[in-house]
């Protein structure tokens, strides 16, 4: 009988496995669920910025007027593409920042990925092995009763 | 105013968007597979080589068993074999007549056994264990010859001690001593009496210096066998008293076995039991001397017995033939004389009783009276009678009453004394004799009289007495005796014909018709007694004892006439009128009883 329990347990524990690998394959997607929302957040606070930046130089521009110089020319007017430079290098840098962020999420993905497939490869094994256990088990019950 | 620049706030970031993985594959857990696949492939492997292992362990025992069990039984043969066969064969082999030893025999076997085996382990070990098996058993077989060796030496010793004791016990003085000699040892004087005598050891001694039985065991040996040599000698002297007869030898032998000198290796209790033996034996012998003595005393009181009773016998035989013969010279010459009776008196030939009944009888004395109670009873003892001293005593009986004064006649005596001869010889026609006697007794009553003593009325006794005795005489005629069986048919018919007759005794019916013209007894009177007498007496063609018979029977018909009331005179109430008495008992209706009623029907006058 006790073949029976070896064939059960090995099915049991691929289960398990398999159940792990669910875990994995969904803390996968949720990585790469975060990665894209990542990049996503990350362009609506760019596209905030933009406004905040453009509040910036219009606030530059009066500036200028308000001390008497002409806005669109001259300083002004290199004070005003510098900080369009350093604006530009800012969401540069977000975006940046934004897609290494979604792409460690994706690294973390593909590692419960793995995790998961290697839990699947686990859970083949031990089936494999609850089935040649519970054979094993068998042959020497038969042997036995040869014997007798 | 003061004019607002701008200067990136965000710094670029140092990760570079991939991540050290910390999964790691589990080499124990992805291989459990194949090492299960692997236990599968052991437990497979080690099944089929347990299976072939058992099997062939298996097959290997089998052959061996196999093999013992063929060799076991082999050596079974062989020892049973070994049994039959002389020891030393079985020891060493015999050569000459082409047989081996028993270790050789199964050698050979075991060799021819762990030929036909094909498996060189299972040969090895059958081959080992043989050689065990063989071992055991040739101890056992060695031992067992080696043992009926020592029987069979000791066999002949023990027989020649037999043959020696036979001598010891049976032989002559000479062939004693030497079996003696021979038997416990001792010295022998050989040739001149200066030389030094011969020793001489023991036959069991020698068997106990030859290893053949232990000391102790010869010590018992010699000394059983002193008991049983003085055992035989005492009973050779019982069987010599015994068979001498004399009790003074016994006497001697008794006190001989009270001396412990006398047998002396007697065991106490065996000497006991010789003392009682010899005792009974002198009384035995005494007793039968005191017993031969009275029997040759009764042997010659027998003989005296009977040669009286012979003698008596045919002296009235004769008596009675001269009486019958008056005419016949030779039946007269042979009538015994009183001289003949004198000298048998004088020789023993006769007692002095029936010598004076003889003188009596040859002066024609016969018994005054006939006491026919006295015949029938002698009769019926006879009859009775078991033995022939039963016989003899009842015999006794007749003599004393015979002659004058006496109540039996001669004829009477003679058919006695006949009867009692066929009894005793267990004739056909006694026992014929005896058995309708037995018939008549039980048909007329007198058995069931005889037994229960109850009364059935005298004429009815005097009719049974009748009967018995008229059957006695008929069929105990000397002359002409009558068939027990037509004799028993006779006299039943009178008896019950005087029954119906209200008469009591018996008479023949052609007696009545011949002589009373078949009247009824209440019609006959004297006159036709007195001719019937006349008649009886010339009447040649009867014989002396139907004269006799019919004479009686005229004596009982005249004691019956003479016993009725005279005829009434005339005038008075003549018989058949009615009385007083007759109304009474009419009246009270007790007199018409069955035989007042055959009694009308029978005379109705």
Redesign the interface.
Known sequence: MGFLFELQA?KQEQAAYNYNTDINERNADVSEQQGEQLVFQEEQNIVDFRKQ?DD?QA??SQ??R??GWIASEGT?LK?AL??AQ??D??IA??R??A??????L???A??ER??GQ?NR??G??????????A???L??T??SF??V | ?????????????A?????N???R??PG????????????G???T??AL??YQ?ETKERRLNELTKAENAYKVQMQNLKLASLNEDPNTVINGNPSQGKFSFERQALDDMMKIANLIDDKKVRSSFMQSAEQIMIGERASVFQSARNRQIDIAVADELQAAELLIKDAVQGNGHQRAVAMLELFGGSQQVGSPNEPPRTVVGIFDQMADRDLITREKAFNLKKNTQQRIAKSDFRTRLASADRSGNPAEAAQLVADVMDPKNFSDMKPEDRDTAFTQAVNLEQQLQKRAVQLAEKAETTAAREQKNRHSDNARKIIARIITADENPNNERAQSDRPTSLEIANLLTTDGISDAFARTANDLINDVDADVRDPDLIAGIFSDISVAKTDEQIDAAVARITPNMGKNGTIPLQDALALLRFADGKKNKTLETKDIDFYRQQLDDITGATAYRISGMGVGEDEVFRQADAADTYRRLTTDPANPMPAREAYQMVIEQFFRARKQRIDFLAPAPFLDIYFGGKKPSEWTAQDVSGARIAITSNRNLTELEKTLEFETLDQITKLIESRPPPPPPGDPQQGDSTWKDWWNNWWGNSNSLSDRENDIRNPG
């Open positions: 090995g930046f910036l606030a530059t500036a200028f308000y001390n002004p004070v510098a900080n350093e604006a290098e800012e840098t977000r940046y920042n897609k290494v962020g979604r792409a460690e994706n690294e973390q593909t590692q793995m995790q290697l490869m686990y083949r094994a031990a089936n494999i092995r609850g089935k040649a256990r054979a094993a088990s042959i020497q038969a042997s040869a014997s | 105013m003061r004019v607002p620049t701008y200067n990136r706030q965000t710094q670029q970031t990760k570079t968007g991939a991540i993985f910390s999964v594959a589990n857990a992805l291989s459990a597979g194949m090492r299960g696949l692997a236990t599968l052991d437990a497979v080690g099944a347990q299976y058992t």
